[in-house]
């Protein structure tokens, strides 16, 4: 919950990643200009897609909650807990 009070009590810092994720999936229609080729680049911008969604997108907690922990799904402490945090 922290994460998503920073990013969101912060504008700087979700425009400057803008920028930079903008910048780096642009890129990818010319590798070379970072010197790499297509293949070597796409890895990193899955994982920098990844940390859009998941993280800068200020919605931790809400992708904490939604994803499965397992046998703890079937807990209905554990899910009264859950909706007690949110």
Same mark, same amino acid.
Request: charged share 20%; aromatic share 8%.
């Given at each position: 919950m922290? *994460? %998503? #009070? *920073? *990013?969101? /009590?912060?504008?700087? !810092?979700?425009q400057?990643?803008?920028? $930079?994720?903008?910048? +780096?999936?642009? =890129? #990818? $229609? @010319?590798?070379? +200009? !970072?010197?790499?080729?297509? #293949?070597? &680049?796409?890895? &990193?911008?899955?994982?920098? =897609?990844?940390? %859009?969604?998941?993280? &800068?997108?200020? @919605?931790?907690?809400? /992708?904490? $909650? #939604?994803?499965s $922990?397992?046998?703890?799904? %079937? %807990?209905?402490?554990?899910? /009264?807990h ?5």
């Open positions: 922290s *994460i %998503d #009070e *920073i *990013i969101r /009590n912060r504008p700087i !810092l979700k400057h990643w803008q920028q $930079y994720f903008k910048s +780096m999936c642009s =890129t #990818e $229609y @010319n590798p070379a +200009m !970072l010197g790499v080729t297509a #293949e070597q &680049l796409r890895p &990193l911008i899955v994982q920098l =897609t990844q940390i %859009d969604a998941q993280i &800068l997108s200020g @919605n931790c907690l809400r /992708n904490c $909650y #939604e994803q $922990y397992g046998d703890l799904d %079937d %807990d209905l402490s554990f899910a /009264n859950l909706k007690v945090t949110h």
